[in-house]
């Protein structure tokens, strides 16, 4: 499993203690403080990602199981998800190897300069590229959870032992 498809399996999920650990140890550096995230967010830069965390709103100390994996935007070098080709692909072989069920990319859109394709997948996760012009090859993927709040997420988690 590539390290993008491990953060697609991560998005919008908590009780992530372990994979943090596995994290942290992956990219050689500590994840942001849970200080930092009951904050505001807290976001890693490495390896072509930004990963960007929130923590859920328990009372008490904040833990590892309560961060939550917001969302990661990748860059062109990021290990991508489901062996997406940041070079090759075109909107067909990623429909291909994704789904259909798509935003954007129709053709007024990209003539008018949005080359961004959003494909919806399952458990409300959506990945969003950016294509390069001409349609092939693409230099951003944006992955997220969709219509989960962390309100949400947190009343998922309660039911888990801490």
């Known amino acids: 499993m590539s390290f993008g498809d491990e953060l697609f399996e991560r998005i919008g999920t908590c009780g992530n203690e372990a994979w943090i650990d596995r994290l ?14 009951r904050n505001g967010r807290g976001a890693i830069r490495s390896h072509g990602w930004v990963l960007t965390f929130e ?8 833990i590892p199981e309560d961060i939550v994996l917001q969302r990661a935007t ?16 075109t909107l067909d072989s990623v429909v291909t190897k994704l ?17 961004r394709v959003s ?6 996760r959506v990945i969003e590229l950016t294509f390069n012009e001409g ?28």
Do not use: H, W
């Not at 923590?55 to 904040?62: E, K, V, Y």
């Open 135 to 162: 349609m092939e090859g693409f230099s951003r993927i944006l992955m997220a959870r969709l219509g989960s709040s962390i309100s949400a997420l947190y009343e998922e988690a309660k039911g888990r032992p801490p």
């Open 24 to 37: 942290q140890n992956f990219l050689k550096q500590v994840p942001p403080a849970v200080d930092d995230i």
């Open 99 to 115: 789904t259909d069920n798509i935003a954007r990319g129709s053709p007024s859109a990209i003539a008018a300069g949005d080359r």
């Open 74 to 89: 990748g860059d062109a070098a990021a290990s991508m998800p489901f062996s997406l080709d940041p070079q090759g692909e």
């Open 55 to 62: 923590i859920l709103p328990r009372t008490g100390a904040g």
């Open 119 to 124: 494909f919806f997948l399952e458990n409300a």
